[in-house]
């Protein structure tokens, strides 16, 4: 009797696949921080002037000089006024903003130049049309002279003539003085320009919350030749204005608790 053979049929087990875990439903984030650019203290764009007249351009160019002269000061009078109320700043810090209040401070001084340039080319202007009136009164002085010598010599001579010539010597005359005291008031404009390089420190620095400050320093030393070693030390220490040191002198005696 012939054996009967079984036969067995293995199925493959199917592959597992990977599915996500339903629990873990928290996404997944890349985790950055940016830090946001340091904001420094910057001039107002230098103002660019064309097709004006000369004399024109010299007041424009000077008046924006004198209001940029202007923002340098009130920067520094911000930092001051922080540089007080904050208790806890690091005098490195403070003396960063320092910098770059001098940083302005030199970037003004590359400017000078045009505007003293356009200043001179004012006054040049102004100098060359004083020289045309000039030239043109002299001229009718003449004419009206001849004409008032032919007069009294008992000559004919049209009286209306003269009368017109006198109103125009009379406005010459008004012109000229016009023009020579816009010469001069451009001169002084340019001496300040001039000057400048050498007072612009003292013209862009605050002097409004040291004043205060100092003040009560000499309430409570009583004597300034007791304050003023303290400050020159931290000026020198420190390499910092005479104001900074004003302020940090006056922190470290009273330190007080200021709010904002």
């Known amino acids: 009797m012939s054996e009967r053979r079984r036969i067995i049929i293995r199925k493959k087990a199917a592959e597992p696949i990977d599915e996500p875990n339903p629990l873990n439903t928290e996404p997944q984030f890349e985790q950055s921080v940016t830090r946001q650019p340091e904001q420094t203290p910057q001039l107002p764009p230098q103002i660019k002037f064309s097709d004006i007249d000369p004399l024109t351009l010299a007041y424009k160019s000077f008046d924006s000089l004198m209001e940029r002269v202007a923002h340098i000061k009130r920067i520094d009078h911000v930092v001051q006024k922080v540089f007080y109320r904050m208790d806890t700043v690091d005098l490195k810090v403070v003396k960063k903003k320092i910098d770059e209040v001098n ?12 505007v003293e340039l356009a200043i001179n080319e004012a006054i040049s202007h102004l100098e060359n049309s004083m ?12 004419e009206l002279e001849s004409m008032r010598e032919m007069e009294e010599e008992g000559k004919r001579v049209d009286r209306s003539a003269i009368e017109r010539i006198e109103q125009e010597t009379n406005g010459l005359r008004e012109s000229i003085s016009s023009v020579r005291q816009k010469i001069v008031d451009l001169q002084s404009k340019l001496d300040v320009v001039r000057s400048l390089p050498a007072k612009l420190t003292e013209m862009t620095t605050s002097k409004e919350v040291v004043e205060s400050l100092y ?35 006056w922190k470290k005696v009273f330190k007080p608790t200021i709010s904002e």
């Open 103 to 114: 940083g302005l401070r030199s970037q003004l001084l590359t400017e000078l130049g045009e």
């Open 131 to 142: 020289a045309v009136h000039e030239e043109e009164l002299f001229n009718r002085l003449v």
């Open 215 to 249: 003040k009560d320093l000499l309430a409570k030393f009583k004597e300034e030749s007791r304050i003023r070693p303290l400050i020159d030390k931290i000026m020198q220490d420190e390499v910092i204005p005479r104001e900074y040191a004003v302020i940090y002198v």
